[in-house]
């Protein structure tokens, strides 16, 4: 099994930055893909960024430009800087992961990302 601990969530004007970090433990070396979701009140979960162990990335298109995800296989953390934030960013951030040749997912208890206008 794998646990998620998030951090760094908070609230912030629009146009700021925040950082999410996640840290992973137990079956951390079998853990390929690490990610963040987000769902906002009243709509359904949706990915925001993840990576692969290799290093591959995938955004969605509403965060392109203005968040990256990086990862550290070392230290078992993947983090999510959020640029030039909106107020349509406001949602609970989920980190997940999956192990390699798995498709369950793992999640984190999510943190608040409050963005106001």
């Known amino acids: 099994q794998v646990q998620l601990v998030e951090s760094g969530g908070g609230l912030v004007q629009a146009g700021g930055s925040l950082r999410l970090s996640c840290a992973a433990s137990g079956r951390i070396l079998s853990i390929n893909i690490m990610g963040w979701y987000r769902q906002a009140p009243g709509k359904q979960r949706e990915l925001v960024a993840a990576t692969t162990r290799g290093g591959s990335t995938n955004y969605a298109d509403s965060v392109k430009g203005r968040f990256t995800i990086s990862r550290d296989n070392a230290k078992n953390t993947v983090s999510l800087q959020m640029n030039i934030l909106k107020p349509e960013d406001t949602a609970v951030y989920y980190c997940?992961?999956?192990?390699?040749?798995?498709?369950?997912?793992?999640w984190g208890q999510g943190t608040q990302v409050t963005v106001s206008s």
């Open positions: 997940n992961a999956a192990l390699f040749g798995d498709t369950y997912y793992y």
